[in-house]
Antibody, heavy 120, light 107 residues
Framework: EVQLVESGGGLVKPGGSLRLSCAASGFTFSNYNMNWVRQAPGKGLEWVSSISSSSSYIYYADSVKGRFTISRDNAKNSLYLQMNSLRAEDTAVYYC?????????????WGQGTLVTVSS | DIQMTQSPSSLSASVGDRVTITCRASQGISNYLAWFQQKPGKVPKLLIYAASTSQSGVPSRFSGSGSGTDFTLTISSLQPEDVATYYCHNYNSAPRTFGQGTKVEIK
């Protein structure tokens, strides 16, 4: 069974840092592009960042560019999101998400999410 | 960045009604458009990709159409289990973008 399990969320003060992790299982992690998508409480979906299977291609939303860094460790079947200079507007549930193996660019599998709260 | 604008932001319809949600891209994205359904407390579920191709297992009452900048999601006969928020999603290029969502309720 394909599983994505996020961890690392919590309460952090504005300007602080947090590192999210996503543990993948049930598929060959190194074959798939991976993503982070977030959803502020009661709000819509916002794509945050994508990383290709071999880390050759990395993309960010303008709202996080320069503050967030996506990375992966294929040997550990893990995806990461390092979040620095956090702001109140970064408060959201952060989902780890896997691209479809057949529909290039479309997320097909989601984790259950981890809540990040930025507040003093 | 390509902006995706959905309308309406919410709607209320009766069981059995035909429901249409529109999505407009700020520039052409060919058919690189997907539709997701998100029920309360759940993760999003892919309904449609390539603008009009149904994902396996999706009920046939859901259909998509459009190309370029204008797209439509249609529910041919609204069912109680369709209560959810629906998002269009541009995956033409990075940054990928979502519409703001359309909340569908039963009247």
């Amino acid at each position: 069974e394909v599983q994505l399990v996020e961890s690392g969320g919590g309460l952090v003060k504005p300007g602080g840092s947090l590192r999210l992790s996503c543990a993948a299982s049930g598929f060959t992690f190194s074959n798939y592009n991976m993503n982070w998508v977030r959803q502020a409480p009661g709000k819509g979906l916002e794509w945050v960042s994508s990383i290709s299977s071999s880390s050759s291609y990395i993309y960010y939303a303008d709202s996080v560019k320069g503050r967030f860094t996506i990375s992966r460790d294929n040997a550990k079947n893990s995806l990461y999101l390092q979040m620095n200079s956090l702001r109140a507007e970064d408060t959201a549930v952060y989902y780890c998400a896997r691209d479809s193996p057949t529909i290039i660019g479309v997320v097909i599998t989601w984790g259950q999410g981890t809540l990040v709260t930025v507040s003093s | 960045d390509i902006q995706m604008t959905q309308s309406p932001s919410s709607l209320s319809a009766s069981v059995g009604d035909r429901v249409t949600i529109t999505c407009r891209a700020s520039q052409g994205i060919s058919n690189y458009l997907a539709w997701f359904q998100q029920k309360p407390g759940k993760v999003p579920k892919l309904l449609i990709y390539a603008a009009s191709t149904s994902q396996s297992g999706v009920p046939s009452r859901f259909s998509g159409s459009g190309s370029g900048t204008d797209f439509t999601l249609t529910i041919s006969s609204l069912q109680p289990e369709d209560v959810a928020t629906y998002y269009c999603h541009n995956y033409n290029s990075a940054p990928r973008t979502f519409g703001q969502g359309t909340k569908v309720e039963i009247k």
